[in-house]
């Protein structure tokens, strides 16, 4: 069974750093492409990164450019979004998943919020 679980959320203060960790389970990291997106409250889905299979190439929005960092562990088959300098704009529940037509059931993400 395919599972995607989200972690590392949290309350911080602007110009605060989080990482997230997206735990995968039921197929391997290995060659898929997986990536970050996030929602606000009443807005659409948004990708925020993305590495990834073959060469761990990776793609920002930007929105994402120069704060966040995205990284794999094949080995843990876990994905991580390391984010910096971070925004009241960045409040949203954060997901992972794979885009495009391969993507699997959505988890239950994990909320992020900056405020102070």
């Known amino acids: 069974q395919v599972q995607l679980v989200e972690s590392g959320g949290g309350l911080v203060q602007p110009g605060g750093s989080l990482t997230l960790s997206c735990a995968v389970s039921?197929?391997?990291?290995?060659?898929?492409?997986i990536g970050w997106f996030r929602q606000a409250p009443g807005k659409e889905y948004e990708g925020v990164s993305c590495?990834?299979?073959?060469?761990?190439?990776?793609y920002y929005a930007d929105s994402a450019k120069g704060r966040f960092t995205i990284s794999r562990d094949n080995a843990k088959n876990t994905v991580y979004l390391q984010m910096t300098s971070l925004f009241p704009e960045d409040t949203a529940v954060y997901y992972c998943?794979?885009?495009?037509?391969?993507?699997?059931?959505w988890g239950q993400g994990t909320q992020v919020t900056v405020s102070s």
């Open positions: 590495i990834s299979g073959v060469d761990s190439s990776t």
């Open positions: 039921g197929f391997t990291l290995d060659y898929d492409a």
């Open positions: 998943n794979v885009p495009g037509p391969g993507a699997r059931s």
